[in-house]
């Protein structure tokens, strides 16, 4: 008897939920302003450029689910570069300053530099460069940041949940040595790349001991290092609120050891709030998506690996934008449909988590959108 294969679109339709967006009767140009309908305007697109990845963060994308056998998408089904791009310049002209590629794993998809070169080449609508960045898991940046700089990308993302090596390879569940995520962000360095992030997932009873190792390391580096509380992404991760440790805790913690002031954000609705060291050696973040929601200030799409428009990490529907784009839809046309799912919007999944509204409601995999 063969082997059964679930097909991949089909089952994620099933349980989340996906549709064509309408297009409305009556086309308008954008003008580079839609809200939705709390008044949050789109100023931010997340771009998903592979389902794959070559870690199995125990958060994210566990060996239990993600195995061999799991039918991830066929190249057939992910957008081309030239259609993200088309898709990007609409999202533009509604008012997109800032995007971030995603993946699994960005640096997996063949090519990747030569989507970013397409993409540097955009303008804004007030004819300024784009923000151009990237989160990666660091695997293959002593091979990769070099053509990623001269791609034309503008930042970047750093994952690192430890220092401790046996730590880091039980978290990545890949047995990848800590050293090389390390040799990897000094590769960026050396590229050039400035402003450079790392990002920390802290789970309670996992890597918590890591907070103060991994500000020592990165205090006066430069780099940006934040800390981001366990969500509930997906149900894969097997999230429990536990688990979590509120970034409060991770304040105190981190001003014990190395005093820290509160400091303004850098624009309205960035989701990381700073803190600097007293003694003038950088700064860090956090991020507080279960203990201090901040979905009132949240500008984000993200758009799937094979098209689909999401409108929040948690999100429980997706909007098919590929259809549009194969079926030979004009950029007006795509541009009123991007426009009108957004004005609908009232995601705020954050402020309502635990809500009997959110109960039994399945939610998109945050390895299929990126985080």
Request: hydrophobic residues 35%; proline residues 4%.
């Amino acid at each position: 008897m063969s082997e059964r294969v679930i097909p991949l679109i089909d089952e994620r339709q099933r349980k989340i939920g996906s549709h064509v967006p309408a297009i409305p009767a009556q086309l308008h140009t954008p003008n580079g302003l839609i809200s939705d309908q709390r008044g949050r305007q789109l100023h931010d697109l997340r771009i998903s450029v592979t389902d794959r990845c070559n870690f199995r963060c125990t958060y994210c994308m566990p060996k239990e689910v993600f195995d061999k056998n799991y039918p991830y998408l066929g190249h057939g089904d992910l957008l081309s570069f030239e259609e993200i791009t088309r898709l990007a310049k609409i999202y533009i002209e509604h008012g997109v300053e800032k995007i971030r590629l995603t993946g699994g794993e960005p640096l997996l998809r063949k090519n990747v530099e030569k989507l970013i070169e397409m993409l540097a080449a955009l303008r804004t609508r007030s004819g300024q460069a784009l923000d151009l960045t990237l989160t990666t898991n660091g695997s293959l940046l002593r091979k990769k940041a070099q053509s990623l700089k001269d791609a034309g990308l503008s930042r970047m993302t750093i994952s690192l949940d430890g220092l401790d090596d046996q730590i880091f390879r039980q978290m990545n569940d890949v047995d990848f040595p800590v050293a090389d995520v390390l040799d990897g962000i000094e590769a960026a360095r050396e590229a050039g790349f400035q402003n450079l992030k790392v990002n920390m997932v802290v789970k309670k009873g996992t890597n918590d001991q890591e907070i103060i190792p991994m500000a020592q390391y990165f205090r006066g580096s430069g780099v940006t290092l934040r800390f981001i509380e366990f969500m509930d992404v997906g149900a894969s991760n097997g999230w429990n609120m536990s688990e979590v440790l509120p970034s409060a805790e991770v304040i105190k913690k981190i001003h014990a050891a190395f005093p820290l002031s509160n400091i303004d954000p850098n624009y309205p609705g960035e989701v990381a709030e700073r803190w600097q060291y007293v003694d003038g050696q950088g700064e860090i973040g956090v991020i507080s998506s279960v203990t201090q929601a901040f979905c009132k200030d949240c500008t984000r799409a993200r758009l799937s690996t094979e098209g689909k428009m999401y409108l929040c990490l948690f999100a429980t529907e997706g909007y098919d934008l590929k259809t549009l784009l194969r079926e030979g839809r004009s950029d007006l046309e795509i541009s009123n449909a991007i426009a009108q799912v957004w004005q609908q919007r009232n995601d705020r999944y954050s402020e309502l988590r635990g809500s009997p509204e959110l109960a039994n409601k399945a939610k998109v995999e945050m390895s299929y959108i990126g985080g």
